[in-house]
Each structure stands twice: as C-alpha cells, then as structure tokens.
C-alpha cells in the first residue's frame, strides 16, 4: 500500500520558518514530480512549489524567493522549506505526486496535509 504522509506544520509568527516534508512509503518503483499544494479555508488547492525526479523546481509568483523545496529521492521524502511565512500563507498544504508501484501500476496520490498557521 502506497501511501504519502506530510509532516512539519505548526504555529508560527509572521517571518518565520517552517520545514515540512511529505514521505512516500510501500512497495515504490519510480515517484514522478512532487508538488505541494496550499489550501486556505474557502479556497481551492493552488500549485505553489514542484520538484522533479532529476532535481528541478518550479515556484509561484507568491513564494518564490521565501520557499524552497528540495529531495531526498532515497528517503522517497520531498522538504519544503518556508522562510519569511506571512499570514496569507495560512493553510493546509498537501504534497501530491504521480507513483509507479512494484506491480507497475501508476497512480495519481495526495497526502492529508498538514496545517501551518502563520500569526500576525
């Protein structure tokens, strides 16, 4: 049973830090791009920060230059690292990738999430 947990998330003031991370664990062959998805309450999931297997990123206009997220492709683990968080960074932030299991099946996955509250 594939499956992604995502960890890190707390209280934090405005311009603080956090380090979340999201672990694949199962029966994995290949993980595909990972990519972290913020939702505030009453909005949609938005993509703000994306990896690849081969180390590339992508960031929103909104986060670049405070997150940065990089890979451990042998832990199966993806870290976000928020930097300088203000409050509309309040939310709860879900990692979603594309996995290729042991048996070959690929499949489309998405973690609980993990709350971050950025007080003002």
């Known amino acids: 049973q594939v499956q992604l947990v995502e960890s890190g998330g707390g209280l934090v003031q405005a311009g603080g830090s956090l380090r979340l991370s999201c672990a694949a664990s199962g029966s994995i062959f290949s993980i595909n791009a990972m990519g972290w998805y913020p939702q505030a309450p009453g909005k949609q999931r938005e993509l703000v920060a994306a990896?690849?297997?081969?180390?590339?990123?992508n960031y929103a206009d909104s986060v670049k230059g405070r997150f940065t997220i990089s890979r451990d492709n042998a832990k199966n683990t993806v870290y976000p690292q928020m930097n300088s968080l203000k409050p509309e960074d309040t939310a709860v932030y879900y990692c979603?990738?594309?996995?290729?299991?042991?048996?070959?099946?690929?499949?489309?996955?998405w973690g609980k999430g993990t709350l971050v509250t950025v007080s003002s």
């Open positions: 990896i690849t297997s081969g180390d590339s990123t």
């Open positions: 979603n990738t594309d996995i290729r299991d042991s048996s070959g099946w690929r499949r489309n996955y």
